[in-house]
């Protein structure tokens, strides 16, 4: 960030005091290499991400956009309107930048029926609750019923994904972000409690790694689920389909559903399952076993294996893609993941005119497990008033390259 004029005049003026209590020889010693140093500090944290006008939802709320940047050239874009991730810009083994992650061009395209949900925060309560129904200290509640007979992502009109959050962009020690928040009036879609809740984006400069934190406090005890729901193409966006993408999952263990995805409550192994993935495997060797059941090929949550300490977030996935090089490593605080492999993604058009198409994209949602509010051995969602909810959930990029010790070039190339 460039000096006011007035910044450099009671620069000047502060220099004249300092060597009339100080000395000249002082200053030149002492003083203007500390004055140096912070200027330069200053400078390099100044770098706070910019609010772009992104257009307006139908009901004319402004909705904002911010470009993070890192010191490597990855550049997350994340917008207000859902706190969604937009773009995501990753080098491949040869420092090519490409988007890997699915969204529109503009609001109405995240306001249309072709919006599976991609890249936004999904809640309160993520994933299903089924029927709607759950019961709290003593009161039945219900909510809408938008994914026949159940309950999904918190609902219809003003669920997480649909509400504009306010932004403050951020810019410290850790990197550049943008912390996103919204006060969910208490009833809203339903869920009782008002609920504050913050999602915090955050590049750090020198790492290809984007954090995505999560806050949230109530002043009822309400159930909440937070996930982001990224559509993942190693090979870019609206590349065909992720079947040769590699994926290794740290579970052991998944839930396994009815046949309305609603989880019958077992913990069960996933050995001699296809969704066996403790060591890597082709997501396109085994989805054909699942083709005719509810969910049309992956749409599981796996249980995450115990982490090994406590003070790091757990291992969830790897995905790697072998055209690009490409590889994501996902780690979080959370107990499980839900594995979609876009089944029900049908064509709709996406940024820059692609081509959304049948599994050409995935998610790996960290998250708690599907249904928990009426699940009683499931890990509690329940927030009580007076708790913070926190979690964490960091996507870090490499490539094959970078694992060959050959790393990738400091300035990528831009993508075509
Ligand atoms: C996923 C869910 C899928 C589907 C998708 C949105 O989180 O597991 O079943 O509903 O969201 O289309």
């Keep these: 960030m460039r000096a006011h004029a007035s910044d450099r005049l009671s620069e000047a003026s502060t220099y004249n005091l300092v060597v009339l209590l100080v000395g000249a020889n002082m200053v030149k010693v002492v003083v203007l290499p500390i004055l140096f ?41 994340v917008m207000t309107r ?98 996103f928040s919204y006060t969910s009036p208490d009833g ?13 984006y955050i590049l750090p400069k020198k790492r290809n ?18 996930t982001n729901h990224a559509y993942f193409n190693l090979s870019g966006h609206g590349s065909e ?10 579970a052991d263990k998944y839930t396994p559903v009815d046949d309305t995805l609603i989880p ?7 050995e001699g399952t296809p969704l066996d993935f403790r060591k890597p495997r082709k997501i396109g060797a085994r989805i054909e076993q699942l083709a005719k059941t509810a969910a049309l090929g992956y749409d599981h949550n796996f249980v995450l294996n115990e982490p090994e300490s406590d003070d790091k977030p757990n291992l969830a996935a790897i995905l790697f893609d072998k055209s690009s090089g490409r590889r994501l490593r996902i780690s979080t605080t959370e107990p499980g993941i839900q594995f979609y492999s876009g089944n029900f993604l049908a064509g709709a058009k ?25 699940q009683p051995k499931f890990p509690n969602t329940v927030l009580q008033p007076g708790e913070e909810f926190t979690s964490l959930t960091r996507l870090s990029f490499s490539t094959d390259a970078d694992a060959a010790g050959k790393k990738s070039p400091a300035s990528p190339k831009k993508a075509k």
């Design 37 to 77: 140093a912070t200027l330069l500090f200053s400078t390099a944290l100044g770098e706070k991400p910019k609010a772009e006008a992104f257009g307006k939802t139908a009901a004319g709320k402004a909705v904002s956009l911010f470009t993070l940047k890192n010191d490597n050239g990855m550049v997350a874009k």
């Design 82 to 179: 859902g706190a969604t991730l937009v773009e995501l810009h990753v080098p491949d083994r040869d420092g090519q930048l490409a988007d890997v992650v699915f969204g529109f061009d503009d609001v109405a395209g995240y306001e249309s029926a072709d919006n599976a949900y991609f890249g936004c925060t999904a809640g309160r309560v993520a994933n299903r609750i089924a029927r709607g129904k759950f019961t709290l200290d003593g009161k039945e509640y219900s909510l809408a019923i938008n994914n026949e007979p159940n309950h999904l992502h918190g609902g219809v009109e003003r669920s997480l994904d649909k509400v504009v959050w306010d932004a403050k962009p951020l810019d410290n020690k850790y990197g550049r972000g943008v912390r």
């Design 188 to 200: 809203e879609e339903g869920y009782p409690g008002t609920l504050t809740v913050t999602v915090t």
């Design 209 to 226: 790694v984007l954090d995505i934190r999560y806050t949230a406090s109530t002043d009822k005890a309400t159930p909440i689920n937070l």
């Design 241 to 250: 389909t992720i079947h040769e993408h590699v994926l290794r999952l740290n």
């Design 264 to 270: 019958t409550g077992e913990i069960a192994s996933v």
């Design 350 to 374: 996406g940024k820059d005119g692609k081509v959304y198409a049948h599994q050409s994209g995935l998610c790996l949602e960290t998250q708690h497990f599907p249904d928990s509010i009426n």
